[in-house]
């Protein structure tokens, strides 16, 4: 295609252009081309014609000279057969473009351009180096043996051009504009095509005499007619006396009389050669008739041989007879004779008539001769076997023998005795003779003397000789069947060509379509779709074959206005806008209960009522109602959710953002910030009731268990006095049976806060800030005004820590990180630069190799990349409050490593051997933070000690002790001295819930405290 969109086509022996990205390949043949043919368009050059589009199932189109300077192109739409051209010059006009529409597939190098097959056919695939399907196609044969036709190239007689749709040959007339008709059956060329009178045939297109030599009928020359010689035909110059009138025939050549004047006769016929006696050859001279009286008055110089009298005009002698006493002249070259008692003129001397014929008649004198067993009828001078037919003598057509059928009626035989050639019987009678068949055939047409027959239910159509089984097509047209088809009805009562005589079609199936008029046979209740492959393809009724495809499906139509097939299981079916699409079911398209929700690509997606399709997880279809959104799958189930909820992992309940659910109390849980110093429960309940829900009751062991050291809902009555006893819960004012209190009285702080209303507690997390770019996968994001908000975000379940990122100059992004695929080193390496990720440490420490250390950032995978745990160590990317782990696998290289570390935290350090390093650890001149868990007692001590050494020396320092130990009065105080105003120690001891809930070192930790409230859950 060139810029201008024009189709550029290049003839040659076969030729290639592209169109919409399909390849045409076109084959030009050389024979004249017969079928069916679309409306003609003009160029002014032959070459214009390659503009025209071959779509459909055009077969191609023709190219034809209109004057000197137009061309005619139209488009063949039906190929009946070709016609070999007289001109083989390979620009003779016209001249046909045949197209192969399939695609070029993978075939021989030097194959190509491709069989037509499909082109009648539909579509196939080129099977790879196969000779036999990638052949090129270089001469019509080839063609002819892709659709089956052996006698696909018809060649005629002069005079005779090809029948329509046949493969035989009939004579024709031409028109004025060059085109040819073939004449109707029996009928030849003629004026105003009229055909010929019965006495003349037709031959090369006029109507002639004609004469019968050797059984085979000519036509005479211009200006001769038929006569008889010897029992054969002869063209006379004289219509009535053969020769003219003084002139005798003397010989027959090339089948013409020769004629010479008497007194010149060379050759004189012999007396046994007999004259021409036909009823067109009788001469019309008569006898010349003198009495006998006269005869007795001749003179002596002018009598005659014994038997002869004097010709009345005195010119010589002749036979005579007499006929009631009156003689007359026999005509020259006759004699006398008798017939039935009377006198008659005989072509034989002595036996009148020549050797094996006799006298059947008398005619003006004259003895008719006819061979033995032949006779004349009436009007007709002819010599004929006959037979009687409704009372009258009929001549049998030449040929042919008297004879009589199975009833005794007599009819004209093709052979003598038998009537008819041992093994066949007579089946009627046509054209005055009987006919010939084999038992159980019927006469067709005779054909070069012979009749032609066939089995009982086929025909002879046309000129051919060739029996098959006929059907009528729709717009009436008889034609065959092809070898091995038989007639039969579709569906619809449409005559077709069958596989099979009864029932059209093998048992199972039934008619699913046709190719033109040949029945296509498919299992019952499907329809023929296409050939894929040479194969027919039937599909069950409703289903489609789509182009270049091997199998049916269910089709629909796309937005773009091509097919697509509906995935397995999947039936067509329309979504509320009316758009086509794929359902699950074939009726309503979804199941009782449910309707289409949305569409995944074509396919329709069916929900519940009242819901909507979101998206697929999992391989899931998940819907939800219409206000909700969907927060992930449980137990492979989609759960939705309010958009202002959240999915507690691990089930299916949706509880506010600030609460989980909690399957041992039935609804969902949660810390809640306290902010300010509430003074009474009701200021208390207010951090509740702002999200939905109120303080938690603990009814239970199983409860307790749960929120043992949490804050819970109990709270001393307005009025009541200070007491353990007094403690109710705020939902029902119910006496507590469980509370999170170990010793003599609940930790109150009355001094900081009004009446009690809290014990808290505070969860910890261990985080990296970690400084590459994580990838993988983040749950929601929530919007803060500052980026350190973002660590209000609880992090829980199998969360791995959150992201923090910059919207703008005034707004912060915040999402948990659900999953991390790897780490992308930043180019930018600023310590704040954005994004930035904090990473948690929630596991069990595991034992690993010393030189990798245990830095699994999930519980199934390790972090095996040895340049990011050198980061990690260093401490160069990654800042407070946690940096590395140290336990008894992994010291030694972490000392190594240790120089930059600020922030560090110290696991199952328990060996002596470890004291030594704990202290040189703590005594790091860049360590600005230390944290220490699961120690033993004299461990920790040491560790205290060490770090209230660091702290005298930088109150900066901070210290933190993890322990599973609570520790007394008695044994904090000796190291720290008195509590502060607030009652808290300088040194945070976490451990069971006690007394001694918090004690601080050095400048103030910022320590948030929450409250447990519970609210019911979205289901």
């Not at 309503?588 to 909507?612: H, L, S, W």
Request: charge should be neutral.
């Amino acid at each position: 295609m060139d810029l201008n969109g024009r189709f550029l086509h290049v003839f040659f022996s076969f030729a290639v252009f592209v169109f919409s990205d399909a390849i045409y390949v076109y084959i030009k043949v050389s024979p004249i081309v017969h079928g069916k043919f679309g409306e003609v368009t003009i160029y002014e050059k032959p070459e214009l014609c390659g503009d025209i589009i071959v779509e459909g199932d055009s077969l191609g189109y023709e190219i034809a000279r209109l004057g000197p300077f137009n061309y005619s192109c139209r488009l063949i739409e039906r190929i009946d057969f070709f016609e070999r051209r007289q001109d083989s010059s390979p620009t003779a006009f016209p001249y046909y473009y045949l197209v192969d529409k399939r695609e070029v597939l993978e075939c021989p190098a030097n194959s190509g351009p491709y069989p037509l097959s499909d082109v009648l056919k539909g579509a196939s695939s080129c099977a790879k180096n196969s000779d036999e399907s990638c052949r090129k196609l270089m001469e019509v044969r080839d063609y002819c043996k892709t659709i089956q036709a052996d006698d696909c190239i018809v060649k005629c007689s002069k005079g005779e051009m090809p029948k329509p749709r046949s493969s035989e040959c009939c004579p024709f007339i031409a028109h004025s504009n060059g085109t040819r008709m073939c004449c109707p059956e029996g009928k030849f060329p003629g004026t105003y095509d009229e055909g010929c009178p019965k006495d003349k045939m037709q031959e090369g297109g006029r109507c002639c005499y004609y004469i019968t030599r050797n059984k085979r009928r000519s036509c005479c020359p211009e200006g001769k007619f038929p006569g008889t010689y010897d029992g054969e035909g002869v063209c006379c110059p004289e219509k009535t006396s053969c020769c003219p009138e003084g002139e005798d025939m003397v010989k027959v050549e090339n089948g013409e009389a020769v004629c010479k004047k008497k007194e010149e006769k060379t050759d004189q016929p012999s007396s046994t050669s007999t004259t021409p006696t036909t009823a067109s050859t009788t001469t019309t001279e008569t006898t010349t008739t003198i009495t006998s009286t006269e005869a007795a008055t001749t003179t002596t110089a002018e009598k005659c041989p014994k038997g002869q009298m004097l010709k009345p005009e005195g010119a010589g002698c002749c036979s005579f007879i007499t006929d009631k006493g009156q003689s007359s002249c026999c005509p020259d070259g006759m004699f006398s004779g008798t017939y039935d008692g009377k006198g008659v003129c005989c072509p034989e001397k002595g036996s009148c008539c020549p050797a094996g014929q006799e006298v059947v008649a008398r005619v003006d004198n004259r003895a008719i001769c006819c061979p033995k067993g032949k006779r004349t009828v009436i009007g007709s001078s002819q010599c004929c076997y006959a037979i009687k037919k409704k009372g009258r003598d009929v001549c049998c057509p030449e040929g042919t023998f008297p004879g009589k059928d199975a009833n005794s009626n007599e009819v004209c035989c093709p052979q003598e005795k038998t009537c008819c050639p041992q093994g066949t019987v007579i089946t009627g009678e046509e054209n005055g003779r009987a006919t010939c068949c084999p038992k159980g055939e019927a006469f067709q047409k005779a054909l070069g003397g012979k009749d032609l027959c066939c089995p009982r239910g086929q025909k002879m159509l046309g000129t051919s000789s060739q029996c098959c089984y006929t059907i009528k097509q729709r717009d009436g047209q008889e034609v065959c069947c092809p070898k091995g088809r038989f007639p039969g009805k579709d569906k619809t009562g449409d005559e077709l060509c069958c596989p099979q005589k009864d029932g059209c079609c093998p048992a199972g199936q039934e008619v699913g379509g046709r190719i033109i008029d040949d029945a296509i046979c498919c299992p019952k209740g499907e329809e023929f779709k296409g050939i894929h492959e040479n194969q027919y393809v039937c599909c069950p009724q409703g289903q489609s074959l789509l182009k270049e495809a091997s199998k049916c499906c269910w089709a629909i139509g796309k937005q773009d206005g091509t097919d697509m097939c509906c995935p397995s299981n999947t039936f067509p079916g329309k979504d509320d806008k009316g758009a086509e699409v794929c359902c699950p079911q074939k009726e309503n398209c979804c199941p009782a209960g449910q309707e289409v929700g949305g569409r995944d690509g074509y396919k329709a997606i069916c929900c519940p009522k009242g819901k909507v399709f979101i998206r697929k997880e999992a391989g899931i279809d998940v819907c939800c109602a219409k206000g909700t959104e969907f927060k992930g799958m449980v137990d492979m189930k989609p759960v939705c959710c309010p958009p202002e909820m959240r999915l507690t992992k691990g089930t299916s309940k949706c509880c506010s953002h600030t609460l989980q659910y909690n399957p041992v109390f039935g609804k969902c849980i949660g810390t809640v910030k306290i902010v300010g110093k509430p003074q009474n429960q009701r200021e208390m309940n207010k951090h509740c009731s702002d999200i939905g829900a109120q303080p938690v009751k603990i009814v239970n062991k199983e409860q307790n268990d749960v929120i043992e050291h949490s804050i819970i809902g109990l709270q001393i009555p307005e009025g009541w006095e200070w007491g353990k006893e007094n403690f109710r819960w705020v939902s029902d004012n119910s006496k507590p049976n469980y509370t999170n209190w170990r010793f003599t009285e609940p930790n109150n702080m009355q001094a900081f806060y009004g009446t009690e209303v809290f014990v808290f507690s505070e969860a910890i997390y261990v985080y990296i800030k970690v400084s590459p770019i994580v990838h993988g996968e983040f749950g929601e994001v929530i919007i803060y005004e500052k980026p350190e908000r973002c660590g209000n975000i609880i992090v829980e379940g199998d969360s791995l820590g959150y992201e923090i990122a910059r919207l703008g100059p005034f707004n912060y992004s915040c999402r948990l990180i659900e999953r991390i695929d790897f780490f992308e080193r930043r180019q930018d390496s600023s310590p704040t630069a954005f994004p930035y990720y904090y990473l948690v440490d929630k596991r069990e420490v595991l034992e690993c190799p010393a030189m990798l250390g245990p830095y699994p950032f999930d519980e199934q995978k390790k972090l095996k990349e040895y340049e990011i745990v050198l980061d990690l160590l260093a401490g160069v990317r990654f800042s407070a409050p946690f940096i590395g782990v140290l336990n008894q696998y992994s010291h030694n290289f972490f000392l190594q490593q240790a120089t930059s570390i600020t922030r560090l935290t110290l696991e199952e350090v328990d060996r002596p051997e470890d004291y030594e390093l704990l202290v040189k650890l703590i005594a790091m001149e860049n360590l600005e933070e230390c944290q220490i868990r699961n120690f033993d007692r004299k461990l920790n001590f040491i560790a205290v000690e060490a770090c209230v050494e660091k702290w005298k020396a930088n109150e900066q320092f901070r210290f933190r002790l993890i322990s599973s130990g609570a520790y007394s009065k008695q044994e904090i105080e000796p190291l720290f001295g008195e509590a502060d105003e607030d009652g808290y120690y300088a040194l945070i001891v976490e451990g069971h819930m006690s007394r001694y809930a918090g004690l601080r070192l050095g400048p103030p930790l910022r320590r948030k405290r929450y409250t447990v409230c519970g609210a019911w859950p979205f289901e």
